[in-house]
């Protein structure tokens, strides 16, 4: 089992900036990816970023220039960390960390609201 804890949204106003992690625990020897997905009120999920085996990472086109996304891993535990630069009102939602790691597991999720 992975247990997810995210923290860090909150309030923004247009053009800010906001840090959001995940933190991994549990089973966390075979997770090969961790990353981010979003869901804007009235709309589906969607993909934002994400940390793969080996070190690469991955990002949506509008997420491109201006999230970046980094890991750090300890004995215990994996730190995923989504850096949210120049954020318009389009990227208000609730942001989902998740982990593979033979399964899926998700996070509880954390609500940014980009506004002025």
């Known amino acids: 089992q992975v247990q997810l804890v995210e923290s860090g949204g909150g309030l923004v106003q247009p053009g800010g900036s906001l840090r959001l992690s995940c933190t991994a625990s549990?089973?966390?020897?075979?997770?090969?990816?961790m990353g981010w997905y979003r869901q804007a009120p009235g709309q589906e999920r969607e993909y934002v970023a994400a940390?793969?085996?080996?070190?690469?990472?991955?990002?949506a086109a509008y997420a491109k220039g201006r999230f970046t996304i980094s890991r750090d891993k300890t004995k215990s535990s994996v730190t995923v960390t989504l850096q949210m630069n120049n954020l318009n009102t389009d990227d208000t939602a609730v942001y989902s960390c998740?982990?593979?790691?033979?399964?899926?597991?998700w996070g509880e999720g954390t609500l940014v609201t980009v506004s002025s």
């Open positions: 998740y982990a593979v790691a033979g399964t899926n597991y």
């Open positions: 549990g089973i966390i020897f075979n997770i090969n990816a």
């Open positions: 940390t793969l085996v080996g070190g690469r990472t991955n990002y």
